[in-house]
């Protein structure tokens, strides 16, 4: 009895599906990955992130690549994005966070930011926090979202 109410304490000491959203170290992670990737081939990693090639998208958090002007070359969620200029784009508090970060991205290289985006897996507006580093002319990004 006293092993299954340890049990029991344990598993209530911990948060109920904290494992089923990425955490921070997964972002880090994620954005390693894509440099790499970047680096070995370039259009095979945008073309593989912009189809959702499994092994780039885990659980709610997925990768974008953006030029230094604002375009989209790769879109881990939405393939409707690439091509496109999000430079002057506003999460819904009107914050231009695309433009913001280019400019963290000019200035500093590596970099966390905070704005809001539509979570894909609850389909609803988060605040996130995304983590960057500038590779040459591009900016690799993978957040996570503020639970």
Same mark, same amino acid.
């Given at each position: 009895?006293?092993?299954?109410?340890?049990?029991?304490?344990?598993?209530?000491? *911990?948060? #109920?599906?904290?494992?089923? *959203?990425?955490?921070?170290?997964?972002?880090?992670?994620?954005?390693?990955?894509?440099?790499?990737?970047?680096?070995?081939?370039?259009?095979?990693?945008?073309?593989?992130?912009?189809?959702?090639? #499994?092994k780039w998208i885990d659980r709610d958090l997925y990768p974008t690549v953006m030029s230094l002007e604002g375009k989209v070359l790769a879109h881990g969620q939405n393939a409707k994005m690439v091509g496109k200029d999000l430079l002057e784009f506003k999460d819904p508090d009107g914050k231009a966070f695309y433009k913001e970060r280019m400019d963290l991205a000019k200035s500093k290289g590596k970099f966390w930011q905070d704005y809001k985006f539509t979570d894909p897996v609850t389909k609803k507006v988060?605040?996130?926090?995304?983590?960057?580093?500038?590779?040459?002319?591009?900016?690799v990004c993978a957040g996570v979202y503020k639970r």
């Amino acid at each position: 009895m006293r092993g299954l109410t340890l049990l029991l304490l344990c598993a209530l000491s *911990f948060p #109920a599906g904290a494992e089923e *959203f990425a955490t921070k170290a997964d972002a880090t992670a994620l954005v390693g990955k894509v440099i790499v990737a970047l680096k070995a081939d370039k259009q095979k990693a945008l073309d593989e992130i912009t189809a959702k090639d #499994a092994k780039w998208i885990d659980r709610d958090l997925y990768p974008t690549v953006m030029s230094l002007e604002g375009k989209v070359l790769a879109h881990g969620q939405n393939a409707k994005m690439v091509g496109k200029d999000l430079l002057e784009f506003k999460d819904p508090d009107g914050k231009a966070f695309y433009k913001e970060r280019m400019d963290l991205a000019k200035s500093k290289g590596k970099f966390w930011q905070d704005y809001k985006f539509t979570d894909p897996v609850t389909k609803k507006v988060l605040p996130k926090e995304a983590y960057c580093e500038k590779l040459g002319d591009m900016v690799v990004c993978a957040g996570v979202y503020k639970r």
